[in-house]
Nanobody
Framework: QVQLAESGGGLVQAGGSLTLSCAAS????????MAWFRQAPGKEREFVAR????????GYIDSVKGRFTISRDNAKNTMYLQMNSLKPEDTAVYYC???????????????????WGQGTQVTVSS
């Protein structure tokens, strides 16, 4: 059973940067696509970015393209989200999840991911 733990959130001014981490324990995740999702107050959880098992392929929601970079270090069983040029609309709780099936690029649908962590709060002030 894999367990994920997000960290790195905080309060930052608009235009600032943060790097989130998602550390896995219990089993290796190097055969799974991983993703970041976020949930703003009063809104549904939405897809932000995903990364293939090797890290060779990535995908982003349009609103973060060019500002966010997803990466992973399989040796450390950890995934990252580098967030630059942050905007107030990026304020949310950020979650990491793994795609349910291994060796699969997967989808961007929340229901297709599991092993969610507890989330880390990102607050961007204007």
């Amino acid at each position: 059973q894999v367990q994920l733990a997000e960290s790195g959130g905080g309060l930052v001014q608009a235009g600032g940067s943060l790097t989130l981490s998602c550390a896995a324990s219990g089993r290796s995740l190097n055969t799974y696509t991983m993703a970041w999702f976020r949930q703003a107050p009063g809104k549904e959880r939405e897809f932000v970015a995903r990364i293939s098992r090797s890290g060779g392929s990535t995908g982003y929601i349009d609103s973060v393209k060019g500002r966010f970079t997803i990466s992973r270090d399989n040796a450390k069983n950890t995934m990252y989200l580098q967030m630059n040029s942050l905007k107030p609309e990026d304020t949310a709780v950020y979650y990491c999840g793994k795609f349910r099936s291994s060796f699969n690029w997967g989808t961007t649908f929340e229901a297709d991911f599991d092993s969610w962590g507890q989330g880390t709060q990102v607050t961007v002030s204007s």
